[in-house]
């Protein structure tokens, strides 16, 4: 069966601090990988998508950056926080058929002080 | 520009009775449609999804129709349970690996 884990669970950085995400996905190879971020009470936005090793498509920025640096491994960074970057970063996965069905991790919640 | 429009905001039903959620969008390009469920402090699940070809989808308590004249589509959730209150999120497909979320639903099931 496949997991998804995501680390932290939750963060409280300071404004202009660096962060760094993280999701790993276990018994899937080469899955389609995703970055959403939820404002509190809000609507999920489509951060940034990964199909291969390596390859990373923006979709919208808020000043962050993505890597997947491995096949099971994407990563949410940025060198300086903004207080809007609060909220809950959601990492999901998708067999392969595109974003049709997207399987997500239980979040990270991130504080901007 | 909001891409997908989702009404009400928040709805409250009586266990048994019928929920209807709206969902609405811009883009008559738009050809895949799920609908996720989402309960507090976790990530979303997708409970239901149609495409464009078809203009009604049913699972369970659960079933979708899609009016792609006036790009509206709704979600009905029949014999309403507790356990179903969670918020509900539309989203539209505008290319193979995007999707855009409405505003979501937050449904409250009253015993």
């Not at chain 1, 609507?43 to 993505?66: D, P």
């Not at chain 2, 709206?22 to 409970?47: H, I, M, V």
Request: hydrophobic share 35%; net charge neutral; with cysteine.
């Amino acid at each position: 069966a496949q997991t998804i884990h995501q680390w932290p669970v939750a963060e409280i950085k300071a404004v202009g601090s660096p962060l760094s995400l993280g999701c790993t996905i276990k018994g899937k190879s080469s899955p389609n990988l995703y970055w959403y971020w939820q404002a509190t009470g809000g609507t999920l936005q489509q951060l940034f998508y990964s199909i291969t090793v390596g390859q990373v498509e923006s979709v919208v920025q808020l000043n962050l950056s993505a890597s997947r640096p491995k096949d099971d491994q994407f990563i949410l960074s940025t060198e300086k926080l903004l207080l809007s970057h609060s909220g809950f970063y959601l990492c999901a996965w998708s067999p392969g058929q595109g974003a049709e069905t997207l399987y997500f991790g239980s979040g990270t919640r991130l504080t901007v002080l | 520009q909001q891409q997908v429009r989702q009404s009400p905001q928040s709805l409250t039903v009586w266990e048994g009775e019928t929920a209807i959620l709206n969902c609405s969008y811009e883009d008559s390009t738009f050809n895949y449609f799920p609908w996720y469920q989402q309960f507090p402090g976790e990530g979303p699940a997708l409970l239901i999804s149609i495409s464009s070809v078809s203009d009604k989808k049913e699972d369970g308590r659960f079933t979708i129709f899609f009016n792609k004249r006036e790009k509206k589509l709704s979600l009905h959730i029949t014999d309403s349970q507790p356990g179903d209150s969670a918020t509900y999120f539309c989203a539209a497909m505008p290319n193979y690996n995007v999707l855009y979320f409405g505003s979501g639903t937050k449904l409250t099931v009253e015993p």
